[in-house]
């Protein structure tokens, strides 16, 4: 089936994570996970992900704010909670023919945070954290530092920043630089002025595009994938 349509998949403590699905015209290339903070899929993010879909990928974005604590819901979600949401995302892929190494991960803001950290935990294709957040502060006691964890990445990673996010400060975005560089794959670190680079940003203008910026951000996310999801 092509388009864009709603599944279930279970997960393993008997609970099922909503997904979204987007599958290319014809055959695909591999599969990729974007992990999101919002509840809601801001129109810039869909045309992101309508775009991974056209250049071939099954795209899945899960719910993973379905676990109900005290009566609300997790405003991130971290830890074994999110390793077997994603687990259940990478079962789900691969029950549809999709090789385990042309799986990747993809994020932003505190999600970009959780597609790195699932890079150190599972052996996924490629991973790509745009704007992840806790470098050297946890943003969840679930959560390694990105400093702690980046040395054990299993996965070739790409992070893109902004030069001018307070949460991201460029000296500390030029520490994780060098502790990524110790792991054993492929990791490549970018920075941009401003916050432009964000394409999935809920006042991310399309005419933006004529930016270098984001034209660069985005062709480095579409590269990194096609040349490690192989």
């Given at each position: 089936?092509?388009?864009?349509?709603?599944?279930?998949?279970?997960?393993?403590?008997?609970?099922?994570?909503?997904?979204?699905?987007?599958?290319?015209?014809?055959?695909?290339?591999?599969g990729?996970?974007?992990?999101?903070?919002?509840?809601e899929?801001?129109?810039?993010?869909?045309?992101?992900?309508?775009?991974?879909?056209?250049?071939?990928?099954?795209?899945?974005?899960?719910?993973?704010?379905?676990?109900?604590?005290n009566?609300s819901?997790?405003?991130?979600?971290?830890?074994?909670d999110?390793?077997?949401?994603?687990?259940?995302?990478?079962?789900?892929?691969?029950?549809?023919?999709?090789?385990?190494?042309?799986?990747?991960?993809?994020?932003?803001d505190?999600?970009?945070?959780?597609?790195?950290?699932?890079?150190?935990?599972?052996?996924?294709?490629?991973?790509v954290?745009?704007?992840?957040?806790?470098?050297e502060?946890?943003?969840?006691?679930?959560?390694?530092?990105?400093?702690?964890?980046?040395?054990a990445?299993?996965?070739?990673?790409?992070?893109?920043?902004?030069?001018?996010?307070?949460l991201?400060?460029?000296?500390?975005?030029?520490?994780?630089?060098?502790?990524a560089?110790?792991?054993?794959?492929?990791?490549?670190?970018?920075?941009?002025?401003?916050?432009?680079?964000?394409?999935?940003?809920?006042?991310?203008?399309?005419?933006?595009?004529?930016?270098?910026?984001?034209?660069?951000?985005?062709?480095?996310?579409?590269?990194?994938?096609?040349?490690?999801?192989?």
């Amino acid at each position: 089936m092509s388009g864009i349509y709603r599944e279930l998949a279970p997960v393993h403590d008997t609970t099922a994570i909503a997904l979204t699905v987007l599958e290319p015209e014809g055959h695909t290339r591999g599969g990729i996970v974007v992990l999101h903070e919002s509840r809601e899929f801001t129109e810039p993010l869909l045309e992101l992900m309508r775009a991974l879909a056209d250049d071939g990928w099954t795209v899945l974005a899960p719910d993973l704010f379905h676990r109900p604590v005290n009566g609300s819901v997790d405003e991130c979600v971290f830890g074994e909670d999110l390793f077997a949401d994603f687990d259940a995302c990478f079962e789900w892929l691969t029950r549809h023919g999709v090789f385990r190494d042309c799986i990747g991960v993809l994020g932003f803001d505190s999600a970009g945070t959780a597609a790195a950290l699932v890079a150190t935990n599972r052996r996924v294709g490629a991973a790509v954290s745009v704007a992840a957040r806790g470098i050297e502060t946890p943003i969840s006691p679930q959560a390694s530092t990105l400093l702690a964890a980046a040395p054990a990445f299993q996965a070739p990673w790409l992070g893109l920043f902004g030069e001018d996010d307070p949460l991201t400060p460029p000296d500390q975005v030029d520490r994780l630089r060098e502790a990524a560089a110790r792991a054993d794959v492929a990791t490549l670190v970018v920075t941009y002025p401003g916050l432009h680079h964000r394409p999935d940003h809920p006042g991310f203008d399309p005419a933006a595009l004529e930016d270098v910026s984001v034209l660069d951000a985005q062709t480095r996310i579409y590269e990194w994938f096609d040349s490690h999801l192989r």
